[in-house]
């Protein structure tokens, strides 16, 4: 789990919504939201050579990605 009691709560919120988003729309079409929204974020707050950093951090990451348990997701 995560120490910073802040941050646990905002992942446990997140989840959450996401879990209430699955129930009216399909995987593809949330994951691709939040995923531009994620990049938004990212974009408006870092300088463009953090941004482009980012990015390539997290395509550099992309075979680390862990599925989702199936419980968190329904």
Known sequence: MINDSGLQDAYDAY????????????P????????VQALSLYRTFLSPDDYESMVGTLYESR?????????TLQ
């Open 15 to 26: 989840i959450s919504l996401t879990a209430k988003l699955l129930e009216q729309h399909s």
């Open 28 to 35: 593809e079409a949330v994951a691709g939201i939040m995923a």
């Open 63 to 71: 075979n680390r990605v862990k599925t989702l348990p199936q419980a």
